[in-house]
C-alpha cells in the first residue's frame, strides 16, 4: 500500500486529514466535527468492530489507561477490534496515513505505553480462552487478561503462571516476562509460550514458534509489548496445579525497626530457598499517631509453599527471629487453588502511580535496607490513598529461573535474587506537589539502592525516568532486539518513548 507522504496529506486533505497528521505528530487532535468523510471513517467502515471517536459514548472509558498520570492524552480514535482481521485492518490504515498505532489490551503499563495521539489498537474483545487437557496447553486470545486466564483455569488441574492483578492483560504481561507468586517454581509467563500469532507492520499476519521466525518469538519472550507487532494469539503449555494442599502464610508487623528486620531477613531467606518458596516482604508508609513516624510503618511477608505447614514454619522461622513476634499471624494448609483466590487482586480504584524496580543478585547490607527505611519515615504523603511503600518480590530468582539462561529468552534478568520495588500511588486528582513529591522519595530509594544492585530493572514496570532503559531492560540481549526490530519493522510503525529502536540505514 503506497505510502502518503506528510505533504500530500496536507494538500489533498480536508480538516479530517489534517486532524490525522496532528495526530501522528503528538499534537492534541482537532475537533471530532472535522472528521465526517475522512479516512476514519473508511477506517470506521472497514471494521467489524467499531471505532469510537472523541464525543462518541463510551470513548471516554475506552481510552482511559490504569496509570492515571497519562489520562489526558486523547488518541484521535480507539479501533475496538472484533478480530485479527480488524487487528490488520488498523495497522494497514496506521501505516498508510502515517498516524501511530498504539496496542492496548489491559490498559495496565505503568509508563502508559498504551496511549497515544494516534490510533490506539483496542484488542480487548480478542478475550478468548480454551484449554486444551489432552496436550496440556491453553490457546489465549491477544486481548485476553488475567482473569480471563484465571475463570478458565480455576479448581482444575492445570493451570498458567501469570500475575496476581486479575485487570492485566495477558499480552503485555507475557511479552514482557510475567512474574507473580508461581514464578520461583514455575518460571515466567513467557518461558510457557509455546507459540504467538502476530500482526506485523506490513500487516501480515504470522505464526511464531521455535521453528518460525524464531527470532521474532524469542522477541516475544521478555521484549515487552509496543515493538514488534500485536500478538493476536497466545498457546501456553500449561503447569499441573498441586493435588495435595499448599501452604499460605502471612505474617504481619508494624513499626521502622520491624521492617528492617523483616526485608533483611527475608533477603536473607532467599540467598537459599527452595524454588517451592514463593513469597514477598513489603513495608508501607501509614498515616502518622501518636507513637511518631517510625512506629507509623505496616509491614507484611505473605506467600505459599508448595509442600506442609512444618517446612514453611522453619523456613520462615528467621523473620520472627528478626522482627519479633508478629501482630497477626496466617499459617496454614489449603488447596491450591484457594491459596491463587487469595493471590488474585481485584481491580482498585483508578490512581496514578511511579514505581520503579531494581534486580538485586544478591542480599543488601542491612544497613542499606535501614536506610531505606528511613527513607520510607519520611515519605512525604501517608494517607490511605497517597503513599509510598517497599516491596521486595522474591518471585524472581531461584532454581528453576535460573534453569533458563539470560540468553536463551528476551528476558534477560535470570540468576538474580528479588526484585527491589519503591511503589508511589496517589489519587488522580492530588495536588501537582503530591505525585512529585513521592516521584522524589522514590528516585531517593533507587539512588540508595543503586550502588548494592546491577543496573537491571523489570521492563513490565517501565518508568520514563529511567534513562539507560536499554541496558536496564535487556543488558545483552539489547543488540538481538534492535536486530528482530530492524527485519520486521524497519520503519518504526510500533513505537513509544522506551520502544525498540530499528537499527539505522547507512547512507
Ligand atoms: C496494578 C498492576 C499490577 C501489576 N501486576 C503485575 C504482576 O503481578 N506481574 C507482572 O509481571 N506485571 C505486573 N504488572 C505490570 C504488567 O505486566 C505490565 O504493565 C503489562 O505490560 C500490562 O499489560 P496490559 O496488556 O495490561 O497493558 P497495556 O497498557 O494494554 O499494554 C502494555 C504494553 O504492551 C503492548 N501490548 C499490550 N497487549 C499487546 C498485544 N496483545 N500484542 C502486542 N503488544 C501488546 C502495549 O502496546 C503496551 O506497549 C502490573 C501492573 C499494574 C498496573
Redesign the pocket.
Known sequence: MAAVSRRNFLQTGSGALGLTVAAGLGLRPASPALVGGSPLDKLRRRLRGRLLMPGDRGFAEAIA???GRYLDVVPIAAALCADEHDVVTCVDWSRRYGVQP?????????A????TTGLVID?GR?DGVSVDRRHGTMTVG??A?NANVFNATVGGPLFLP????L???????T??????YNTHWQR??CDHLRSSQ?VTAAGELLDLDSRHHEDLFWACRGG?????????RFVFDLAEAPRQNVTFYRYDWRGADAATGVLSAFDEILATAPAALNAVASAQAVPVGRPGPREAITVFSRGQYIGPSGELHDLVQPLIAAAGTPVKITLTEMTFWDVQKIFA?A??EKHS?GDISRYARQPVPQAVVANMVDLLTRCPSRSDDANGSLWSLGWVGGPAMNSVGRTETAYVHRNVHTLWRPTPVWPNDAPAHVGNGLIEWTNEVIDVLRPHTPDES?Q???NRLIRDWKREYYAENFPRLVSVKTKYDRHNL?R?PQ?IPPRRSKR
Do not use: K, W
Open positions: 489507561p490504569a496509570n498504539v496496542g492496548r489490551t489491559g490498559g495496565h503499563s505503568y502508559g505505553f498504551s496511549t484488542m480478542l491477544g486481548g487478561l501469570v500475575g496476581t492483578c485487570g492485566v492483560g495477558v499480552g503485555g504481561l511479552l514482557g516476562g510475567g512474574i507473580g515466567l509467563t502476530i515487552a509489548g509496543g515493538s514488534f507487532g500485536l500478538n493476536t487482586s481491580e482498585a502511580f523489570y513490565n514496570f517501565p510500533f513509544n520502544s
